[in-house]
Structure formats: C-alpha cells, structure tokens
C-alpha cells in the first residue's frame, strides 16, 4: 500500500517576536504548559494538534497574516517534490527544525502558502 498523501491536519504555527512572553500567554489561556519549549520554538498540544510558536520572523511575519497551516506528511522530501510536480511554488524549503521534526512551505498554485511537518514526536491521527 502506497502512503497517504496527508496524514491531516497538525500544527498551527503564530510567528511571534518575544517567545518567552507568547509562550506564558499560550500556557495561561490554553491552561497548559507546552509539551515542546526551546529557544527556537514552543510548541503546544490542543486537543491532538499542535499550536506552534515561532519566534523566527524572517520569512513571515508575526501578525494576522503570519499563521501556517501545516499539514501530517510521512516523508517531508518526498511530500515536497509530490507538491511542487503537481504545481506549486517553493516558499520555505524542507528543513530540520529540532528534534528529527522536518517543515516545509510552498505556496499552492493561488498564492496561498500550504504548510508540511513530518514530526517523529507527534501522533499520526489519520
């Protein structure tokens, strides 16, 4: 049996410039610590998905229009090359980000950008 193209939806990225402050803020309101803390990222477990904060603003910028959607994949390369023959433009290419967890972000053929994760550490829900 081939693998599935996506595995579902996962992760919510907010870009944020001060990490320290956002991941206080997220705990209270989610009433939760988060399960992933670093200085390169936080990430939170909300009910079998990820609310991720990034303070990385460089290729999005912190606001509302800077949240990404990432979508489960099991092979973060293959899943990339699969989207860009199928059209789409190169955005943020694949990347190791920590942990084994590998991002990407291409922007679908109408300008929107289309998040991938594939994270070792996350519970496949399909």
Do not use: C
Not at 100 to 118: H, W
């Amino acid at each position: 049996m081939s693998p599935k193209p996506l595995l579902g939806l996962r992760t919510a990225i907010y870009p944020v410039t001060d990490l320290q402050k956002a991941r206080d803020w997220y705990s209270a309101v989610l009433e939760t610590r988060p399960y992933f803390d670093e200085p390169y990222y936080v990430g939170f477990n909300v009910g079998g998905f990820e609310l991720g904060l990034d303070p990385d603003t460089s290729e999005v910028p912190a606001g509302a229009a800077g949240v990404t959607t990432y979508w489960g994949v099991e092979d973060a390369a293959r899943t990339w090359d699969r989207l860009l023959e199928l059209g789409a433009a190169p955005f943020s290419p694949v990347r190791d980000v920590g942990s084994g967890i590998r991002v990407a972000i291409v922007k679908d053929p109408f300008g929107n950008l289309f998040g991938i994760i594939q994270n070792p550490h996350f519970p496949n829900t399909a």
